[in-house]
T-cell receptor, first 116, second 112 residues
């Protein structure tokens, strides 16, 4: 149980275009989702925390107008990279916080974005 | 000082070897600790939680020293399939939310 489906797994887009990444919780309700970014040989860095029905909380240095997060339902959170640039090329992963006492997490399979 | 620090490796070991990874964290308010495994270009997957009393899961043993702010992972009898990057992860909790801080990971390569 507790599976998060993330897609697309891989996307190549042109500079200036927008890309939407979806994360769906398949068998549970995800009140809170986290979006991470990982550059090569770097650790996962938290970009933002999204709560269903409210505005996302962005980490320092992450442009909220560039990385639009929508968490309109308990099973779907989306990250839209707007006006993508080559430096946005990265591995983006979502994670859902499981509503358990031990605060378990489950991760999506990740999206590799390449902006050309 | 970085919040979670790990030796990046790579650790190149033969099959059957015992290998140990270390991790230090800077924030004494850290509340939970984990080791995740990440295969190349894949998402991280939870390997095991780390408890104050130390815990073991098959060939894997995790230790936590809160006084020294130090976490370790020991892998015995290494298998080829253990080759991956091992991420030390520290969690902070506030209200109903959690926040994971990842180390950069230690790369392990097990050779035949």
């Amino acid at each position: 149980g507790a599976v998060v489906s993330q897609h697309p797994s891989r996307v190549i887009c042109k500079s200036g275009t927008s890309v939407k990444i979806e994360c769906r919780s398949l068998d549970f309700q995800a009140t809170t989702m986290f979006w991470y970014r990982q550059f090569p040989k770097q650790s996962l860095m938290l970009m933002a925390t999204s709560n269903e029905g409210s505005k996302a909380t962005y980490e320092q240095g992450v442009e909220k107008d560039k990385f639009l997060i929508n968490h309109a339902s308990l099973t779907l959170s989306t990250l839209t990279v707007t006006s993508a640039h080559p430096e946005d090329s990265s591995f983006y992963i979502c994670s859902a916080l499981l509503d358990r006492e031990d605060y378990g997490y489950t991760f999506g399979s990740g999206t590799r974005l390449t902006v050309v | 000082r970085k919040e979670v620090e790990q030796d990046p490796g790579p650790f190149n070991v033969p099959e059957g070897a015992t290998v140990a990874f270390n991790c230090t964290y800077s924030n004494s308010a850290s509340q939970s600790f984990f080791w995740y495994r990440q295969d190349c270009r894949k998402e991280p997957k939870l390997l095991m939680s780390v408890y104050s009393s130390g815990n073991e899961d098959g060939r894997f043993t995790a230790q936590l020293n809160r006084a020294s702010q130090y976490i370790s992972l020991l892998i015995r009898d290494s298998k080829l399939s253990d080759s991956a990057t091992y991420l030390c992860v520290v969690a902070y909790y506030g209200g109903s939310q959690g926040n994971l801080i990842f180390g950069k990971g230690t790369k392990l390569s097990v050779k035949p």
